[in-house]
């Protein structure tokens, strides 16, 4: 059984079948084209150079496509390389399945769906339930299947929804725990903090910016998509929608951060908390699990591009099944 | 003829009639009460104290009252306070017009309403121009009344679409010299940048913040409001209204004023430029004004709390007539 | 009954036995002396001055003894003062009960223990345990009496264990939720991480930094402390004593807060959060209680001197009953 | 006819006269000398390498030749690079002449001269017109040729004076707008603001930074510069000398933008404003008309790094004719 | 013998001849008119309040008067004020010299003039020895006698040129210890570094910036300055001159403390170190002097507002004698 | 005789006997494996490759063997490389002594311990002397041989101990200028500032960060030690002992560069000076040494990235002798 393309050290030998994730072409300094290609598995991605390239190759090797690859693991500027020997595109004998090559959240979008829609009933405020039980009809199926991020945390098949369902957990936690914080308030602001990716992200695979991503961004557009049910309810006038807008608005609490304003409120100041706890500890435990213990981490970008150590006595051996990849 | 609450010096006389903006009760050490008050002709306002305040006084002097007061300018903490010696209620038999102690705008209603409608005009890009219209037209009598602040620069009334006429002047100017500006953007969106304030403030006087204002910013109320205006007009999906609310959104430039997003367009950028140099001469000019030829003026906060020199060869009389006033 | 120092409102009258916390005298500028009395009971602390003391008052009002004071409540500033009309010490046929007026966790001492000592026994490596259970040991009183700050949150009997102890049950929430955090690390680190604080800080009551506590902080106490108990043990050159060590060091995250070093492994991360969270659930509620429901809350200081708003619809009562008192 | 070297995307072919601009030698890994030579005509210039190259080719390629290359156009970490194919010396029978291959202002050294002495009679105050008129007479020719930077803005023949001739234009409407500004101040700073840069760089073409420049600076220099002049004049004593010098001084505003001291009096607050708003107007409009409409553009350094947006219906055609470049 | 202004404690009473630095006239709430008056002996200087003055009092407390005071010592916001029992005009029949009421440098201008004098003899480039001398010679009288600051470090008679000094002094160890620091230039520009402040401050006594200080700072008029003196000197080209320049440019460091440009060489950096070490021990110095063993400094502002603690066996007794002062 | 590594320029030819600092391992794009070699003399060391190498290479050409080696110097982003022809290990008959290929400070082992030794009889107060003494005592060799850091300054052989050598002079010289200096209480801080670095670093050669220099860093290591030796020594409860620890704990001034603490005392604030003046004054030699007279320094990363500039009339011949070498 592979390892997955994640787990590779320098020097180690692959042969795998692996999805094609990105493609570019260049020229290199002896006028040949090449293609730069992004290779993925299960387990995270990796990149490599396709030299010498033919225009069948171009034709070949397109996102998407399934390959059957070869060749070595080395390392660049402290970032693995795949090396390939061969690589030839699968085809309807090779016993590959596609689904099988993609990153996805631990739970199915059914899982998913349950278990947020057991977290809507809780909450009683009839304004609150209305709009979040709105919001979730209207983007159903892409919020249930999108990444959370282009290239940060949760960057996976589903990976929006299972952050709002772990954040959702810890909630549950904080409410039992300390009963003054406000349920309803709390739990909508989870399940739509980042539902305006679903407009600022192009879609569940290749995914980039879109205009409006760009030139808007995500926080500033699920405000005014707020806006829009509450109009559409008859309820644009209610204290609570103005609430759920600054709990979208003032989520990433810090104006560098993307929030023109600080969390104004108790429940407000929670989400963010959470938020940026469930999103440090899905980084922290990818980066561990590809780190050998007594050693450190490459360096995380997200995480302040500071480097993690791997206790020698930490044994988890989460590389082996997929069933519990998160 | 009197010269105006804002000029006068510490150790002057002061006789006039005076608006009442604001009135706050207090305790004094001695166990009586007394009055915060403070009073305003056209010309700025003033901090004074009513000590030892019966009930009668405290009917009489509320906000919006009139009164003829007489006392001695002092200073306390570099700032100017107005010892009052006599006070009292303004009646009939006063000649005295309570809207000639507001400070205005040094063009009338009409004249702006007047200038703005020409530059809309000027708007050939039909999207541009129907989504500006439609917004001023949802607007109209505030966006000709309003202060443009509560406390900074162009705080008085029409102060918001005086604010605006000054800086259609200007890229009146830019567009004739940089031709590869586009006219249309920049005119809509310094027109519309500021109109969130309609509802981030409470009114054309005795203006605080709503709540809206406090946890959304006129920022955001603006960029959902052209969304909303965008959807009636059937126009939602046209780039323009993109970026019509990311001119908005960005006008502030730097996260920390409040722009989650800085300018990412040529016309973004000079709206910025615009806005903060308007705001900037408005401030300056008045703190000038305040001060005598070859002396530094009072810090102004909104200038990074700068003292500001006025050359001592300035001989601007600006002090003396209204009808220069801005 | 009566409601509490720390819920009056500006021109209610107040008749309570109080508790000096602290007295200092002054000169007025008539040349007579007054005394400047902080006065608390179990809900919080408010100043007062009294004017014109005798030597009698400066005899009778200490800190820690017990008076009947009867005033109005007046602000200077946007904080609250106690105007005081008539006081005198309490006598022993006063029914009044000194521990009744100090602000104390909702948990007793020995409930506290119990708690603490149970997460104690979950930790199953040897190591951890031994250093946890012996430093626990050592400070065993102190410990669970002791506040967690001076000024700022869980300023009150009990407050270092009590914030602990909600730390512990927020921690568990996060280990069964992502099974890869080593459980054992997270617990020690909580248990110890403001373990310094016993010598940083003065005392129970009265508390303000020691010598100690000013040049060297709880941070690099407890670090050396760590050290010195492994040694004690024999286990000095263990990994676990390190990365006791470096959470202790890293749990202020930040250079600017505190810690030399930046969380560097998963569970230092997590403990620095969760220290955070509750610091800061702690600090907002106790703003919100004072708050009426629309309005904003003081200023607070711990919140990078934000304000906060209590929803208009938030009925919660908790001013009105001690049992609920955190 | 060509299209100019800024303009080509990657894949394209390019067969062009260019000037050499600068020569670089190296030794490649395969032990042989390579050339990395910038080419640039009148629209920018590109980078390129001549590997293997021998003797005679280190004698033709020297800065201010001109050449006849053909090559393509390939990008290297987002910028593009021209591979050469063939390459050879001008000689006298090609048609090409040296002047049209450098980047100059759109209007000529007399064009410039006319207008800034234009707006230098516009002056009224003695002292002001003497020393500006003294510091322009010393200056001449150099001033009229110089760029206003080594590589940010206005980096072309003369651009340093076409840089003071649209800050004069766009000063003149502010002053006409706001009748309290000192135009003779403004229009005076305006013109000296940047002087201090013909000492601060080499000179006119290959240009970089002097011992003074670095050493000094060209603020510096020029707060010395006109003192010396005032002194020649005998009216060094003069309080115009002083505010003068306090324009150059202050004019980048911030001290990490190399003003010890930030604008003190309103025409040099406004002549920053100026400063910053035309460079920024220059840079945004080379980017963008590098750029497809509906697409980014390359990150401008000048500009925080930040990357803009050239809107789809952007159908300026700039490239086109020579005329229009600025 | 009287224990200085400086060393009292709240509480103490003093009786002594005193100087006054300054007077402000202000207005009581009572309408009555009062003095704030700051007296100074050589210790140092504390503000009073002469309540309800007369005319005569007017006239008689002027800066520069000597007077015979008696009164307490209290505190305000933690700064000592000296309550006025009794105050009276000195006249000729009091044994009191107003000179022994200055603070001034321990060492006398002959004494400072002799030892500059010696080191100005170590400098053997002749370039920077005549720009120095002459720079020297120049500025003679005030250089020896001139504070180094209004109210930070050396703000006594004499401090610029005995903080001149103490650096010399120690840049002595430093080339005796590093060969290869050039002496010359390090000699010269610490001789140099701060004698613009000869036009940046107002004079010996009372003083306060200039108007050339406000708007151009010391270190921009000493650039200037030594550029007009090389000229005189006919060796305005030499690189040695721009080295000093620099040197003086770059004596702050930092731009936000005024220094356009970080120091480019080694002797500049040095100076810069020098200059920061010498004025932090002067402050650092005078603070503990009044501090008792054991106990922490009041916030010092030029250390960043922080307290300095003095070791409990710190048995210095410097308050007593003059001779020791500094 | 040959010129040392660190000062061949761009294009010069080596041939000189060098010893292996590292060697990493690498893969070609050809598939074939490489050596990164850097070799050093006593003056520096360079970057070198080793392409195609064979097994024999690897066995051969390891850290600390020492090889004849003989090629070009070229440069790489501003970085001089040595491109080998030809390379062999040296043998019993070469004519070279390792020893001599080490970089080390100018004063040997002996030395430095008779100097450090005479400063500690200096300090009179028996607190102080004793843990000063017992603490060099515990770590005598390693102290006199240890680098002071792994890359930045006075990182060769006995760097540390010389390090604390220059500052001892230094710091003579402060407390003969300034007698209100401690100086038992300097002279102590200085020579045990730096000692957690035995344990942060891995040893004389080869040097990098241990797991308790990572999580913990040398200024908490040697907190705790002092705390140690402290107990061991039974005076761990006087105060002297608290002041050494915030010495140690404070000198690096500024929490970014790893202090929790700024200095709170004078000695602790001048230690801090000292070793930043040194450390400077290191790094700024040795960068001098390599450029040019007339010409800037490579940026130096430890100062801020700024690039320094040697006088073109600096005429030291530091780089010939070994003897002068620092």
Redesign the interface.
């Given at each position: 059984m592979v390892k997955g393309i994640a787990f590779y050290k320098e020097g180690e030998h692959v042969h795998e079948y692996l999805l094609i994730k990105s493609v570019t072409k260049?020229?290199a300094?002896n006028?040949k084209p090449f293609l730069t290609i992004y290779l993925q598995d299960k387990t995270g991605d990796i990149e490599s150079?396709l030299?010498g390239c033919t225009t069948d190759d171009e034709a070949n090797y397109v996102p998407g496509a399934v390959v059957l690859a070869e060749g070595?693991i080395?390392t660049f500027r402290g970032r693995n390389q795949f090396?390939i020997r061969t690589i030839r595109p699968a085809t309807e004998r090779d016993a590959v399945n596609k689904a099988d090559l993609v990153m996805a959240a631990p739970l199915s979008v059914d899982e998913l769906n349950e278990k947020i829609t057991r977290y809507l009933f809780e909450i009683k405020?009839p304004v609150i339930q209305r709009i979040t039980r709105a919001l979730l009809k209207k983007n159903h199926r892409a919020f249930f299947e999108y990444p959370a991020a282009v290239s940060i945390h949760h960057n996976f098949l589903s990976g929006l929804a299972y952050h709002v369902c772990?954040m959702l957990?810890?909630a549950?936690?904080?409410v039992d725990?300390?009963p003054?914080?406000?349920k309803d308030?709390l739990y909508a602001g989870i399940i739509i903090h980042d539902m305006g990716k679903l407009e600022e992200l192009s879609g569940v695979t290749a995914t980039s910016y879109t205009?409006?991503g760009?030139?808007?961004?995500h926080?500033?557009i699920m405000?005014?998509n707020i806006?829009?049910i509450a109009?559409e309810l008859g309820i644009a006038d209610k204290?609570?929608v103005?609430?759920l807008?600054?709990m979208v608005?003032s989520h990433h609490e810090?104006?560098?951060?993307?929030?023109?304003?600080?969390?104004?409120?108790?429940e407000a100041?929670?989400l963010h908390?959470l938020d940026?706890?469930d999103a440090?500890?899905n980084v922290?435990?990818r980066a561990?699990?590809k780190t050998r213990p007594g050693e450190?981490s490459e360096r995380i970008f997200a995480?302040?591009n500071?480097?993690?150590?791997?206790?020698?006595?930490?044994e988890?051996q989460?590389e082996e099944g997929p069933e519990s990849f998160t």
């Open positions: 260049g020229l300094s006028g150079k030299w070595d080395t090396k405020n772990c957990d810890m549950k936690s904080v725990l300390y003054e914080i406000d308030l205009l409006s760009n030139l808007i961004g926080i500033s405000v005014t806006g829009k109009e204290e609570e103005l609430l807008k600054h608005l810090n104006p560098e951060w993307g929030s023109p304003k600080p969390p104004m409120f108790k100041e929670i908390i940026d706890m440090k500890i922290m435990t561990i699990r450190f995480m302040n500071r480097t993690l150590y791997r206790p020698s006595f930490d988890h989460s």
